[in-house]
């Protein structure tokens, strides 16, 4: 009877794990795909991305373009991170 709760659970444990691993792959995706997209549309299109920048330091945003890149590349970094460690426990289980 014990081993059966354990299989249910392990399965159950294994069905989360697999779920987390696909929403924080699909976010790293598509925070890559941010990073990329924003800078290329410095490098593109440059008067574009300056009303855009102009737009929101006029809204109080004050942070760098280069702290901007920086704090999403650590965003994506943490999520890679989250990534392989469900990825690492799902095969546990």
Avoid: D, H, P
């Avoid at 794990?17 to 593109?44: D, E, H, T, Y």
């Avoid at 991305?49 to 760098?64: N, P």
């Avoid at 590349?73 to 095969?91: D, M, P, T, V």
């Amino acid at each position: 009877m014990k081993e059966k709760k354990l299989k249910k659970s392990a399965r159950f444990i294994s069905i989360l794990l697999n779920i987390g691993c696909i929403i924080f792959g699909v976010m790293s995706a598509l925070l890559f795909a941010g990073i990329i997209v924003i800078a290329c549309a410095k490098l593109f299109s440059s008067e574009m991305f300056l009303e855009a920048w102009g737009t929101a330091i006029k809204a109080g945003q004050v942070l760098s373009f280069g702290q901007c890149v920086f704090f999403f590349i650590c965003c994506l970094g943490e999520f890679i991170c989250i990534f392989l460690a469900l990825y690492n426990a799902k095969r546990i289980f």
